[in-house]
């Protein structure tokens, strides 16, 4: 594959699973050196580490454990990571968490802890790697945002509102920095096919009596048009694209692949 992020260094939060890992493999694949960030068992993590470390030419990617709902492990990251890598271009605002509940019922703690992931922790980690990049003339800050980040669901309250709020701080900080070679833009994923996603099928044919086709295209998958999941590697070749030669006009955007959710 061709290498367009030769020389590059990036962050990529949330990435020891999902989406996330899918960017940082790719962005490795590209020439990056990436590190990594998230939970998991320690033999995921080390399988993440060593898959993306194989990419980027060998040994195990650098990784930090922060919480990244925690302001300071934010920091503390965006600081460890330019130490380890020597700078942060590229910023992956990519961890995230979900729950689903009727918004009387919601779980107070649950809303303070998806505002916290979901859209402070951009914030906190934009707020720490931007000097770094103004510094070094150029920068490429790329928010994992939503379709709910443009549309809503029921039950989806906190979700909902912080990927809003992914998408107004995205537009926020482009302005601040479009007279700069520095952009940040969210993308908008649809159903994203990730072991997590992927296990919401079975449960959902049982509760509704119907096939695992029937439960995936007609339950899951109803928003959007294109009855098919979004892959993982899509997204992460626009994550690529808007890191890439030819995204430098791309600034503010918030990129939907969702199969036509958002047309419907
Ligand atoms: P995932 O659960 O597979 O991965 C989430 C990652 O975030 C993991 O690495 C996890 O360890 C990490 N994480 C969670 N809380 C954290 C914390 N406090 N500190 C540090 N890391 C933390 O999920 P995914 O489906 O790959 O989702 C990635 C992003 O894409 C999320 O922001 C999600 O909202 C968004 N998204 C996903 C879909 C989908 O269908 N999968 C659709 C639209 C948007």
Not at 245 to 254: E, F, L, Y
Request: aromatic share 6%; net charge neutral.
């Amino acid at each position: 594959m061709e290498r367009v992020l030769e020389g590059r260094c990036a962050l990529v939060t949330g990435s020891t699973s999902g989406i996330g890992l899918g960017i940082a493999l790719l962005y490795a694949q590209a020439g990056a050196r990436v590190m990594l960030n998230g939970f998991g068992r320690p033999q995921d993590i080390a399988r993440a580490r060593a898959e993306v470390g194989a990419a980027q030419g060998g040994g195990e990617a650098p990784y930090s454990d922060a919480d990244i709902a925690d302001p300071a492990a934010v920091r503390r990251m965006v600081a460890e990571a330019e130490a380890t890598l020597g700078r942060v271009d590229i910023l992956v605002n990519n961890a995230g968490i979900q729950h689903v509940s009727p918004v009387e019922e919601f779980p107070e703690a649950k809303w303070d802890a998806i505002l916290a992931v979901n859209l402070s922790s951009n914030f906190h980690a934009i707020k720490a790697a931007l000097p770094g990049m103004k510094a070094r003339n150029w920068g490429r800050i790329v928010n994992i945002a939503s379709a709910h980040g443009l549309v809503a669901s029921p039950y989806k309250t906190a979700y909902v509102a912080a990927k809003h709020g992914v998408v107004g701080l995205t537009k926020a900080v482009a302005l601040e920095v479009a007279r700069t070679p520095i952009t940040c833009n969210a993308i908008c994923p649809g159903f994203v096919r990730t072991p997590l996603a992927e296990a919401q099928v079975k449960p959902l044919a049982e509760k509704h009596g119907v096939s695992e086709e029937a439960a995936l295209t007609d339950y899951l998958l109803e928003k959007q048009p294109s009855k098919r999941w979004v892959e993982v590697e899509e997204v992460a070749r626009m994550a690529l694209y808007l890191c890439g030669p030819d995204s430098g006009a791309v600034n503010g955007a918030a990129l939907s692949i969702d199969g036509g959710w958002l047309a419907a």
